[in-house]
T-cell receptor
Framework: AQKVTQAQTEISVVEKEDVTLDCVYETRDTTYYLFWYKQPPSGELVFLIRRNSFDEQNEISGRYSWNFQKSTSSFNFTITASQVVDSAVYFCALSGAPSSGGSYIPTFGRGTSLIVHP | GAVVSQHPSWVICKSGTSVKIECRSLDFQATTMFWYRQFPKQSLMLMATSNEGSKATYEQGVEKDKFLINHASLTLSTLTVTSAHPEDSSFYIC?????????????FGPGTRLTVL
């Protein structure tokens, strides 16, 4: 069975601070995908990143960066110089790879609510 | 590309009425669509998998007679909440998976907020 743990329920920071959102996962699949989504107050899920389990390179996209550590089954997300507009709930998710016999239906973490104060 | 729409974006209805929510893949064909439910401050919970031309597969604990799913075409799935009650008030999100590529990901719609009075 797959499991995604986002231990931080809520994080509160002041604008311009850096913040890291943790994600730890469990899976028996050898090939899998990891995702991060942002859900602002409007409710729409905004796709941020999809990472294949074979690609352990860290990724940076503007103020966003992701640290994938297969050895610790973690896929952490860092926002640098946070802004008020970053306030949202962030979900980490995990899915298998059908080409390897896994399920494409993602398992979501419980989400981390990020509040950025001006 | 890969846009999924939902209609309506929000709906308020009286207890006992039925509500239909549409999910459309706008620029791709989706053999499989998914319906999720999200209560306030909680994660997304998969309700059912909708397969074009066949019956939906419901997750354990989801009443199939209450949440009717129809996937009549490769771009449209509908979720009908029958005889809605206040406890059905929730945020319903659909997603669609493009036909063809085996490891395709899901693309999410913007969600529909249902409030039952």
């Amino acid at each position: 069975a797959q499991k995604v743990t986002q231990a931080q329920t809520e994080i509160s920071v002041v604008e311009k601070e850096d913040v890291t959102l943790d994600c730890v996962y469990e899976t028996r699949d050898t090939t899998y995908y990891l995702f991060w989504y942002k859900q602002p107050p409007s409710g729409e899920l905004v796709f941020l990143i999809r990472r294949n389990s074979f690609d352990e390179q860290n990724e940076i996209s503007g103020r966003y960066s992701w640290n994938f550590q297969k050895s610790t089954s973690s896929f952490n997300f860092t926002i640098t110089a946070s802004q008020v507009v970053d306030s949202a709930v962030y979900f980490c998710a995990l899915s298998g790879a059908p080409s390897s016999g896994g399920s494409y239906i993602p398992t979501f973490g419980r989400g981390t609510s990020l509040i950025v104060h001006p | 590309g890969a846009v999924v729409s939902q209609h309506p974006s929000w709906v308020i209805c009286k207890s006992g009425t039925s509500v239909k929510i549409e999910c459309r893949s706008l620029d791709f064909q989706a053999t499989t669509m998914f319906w999720y439910r999200q209560f306030p401050k909680q994660s997304l919970m998969l309700m059912a998998t909708s397969n074009e031309g066949s019956k939906a597969t419901y997750e354990q604990g989801v009443e199939k007679d209450k949440f009717l799913i129809n996937h009549a075409s490769l771009t449209l799935s509908t979720l009908t909440v029958t005889s809605a009650h206040p406890e059905d008030s929730s945020f319903y999100i659909c997603s669609a998976r493009e036909t063809g590529l085996v490891d395709n990901e899901q693309f999410f719609g913007p969600g529909t907020r249902l409030t039952v009075l």
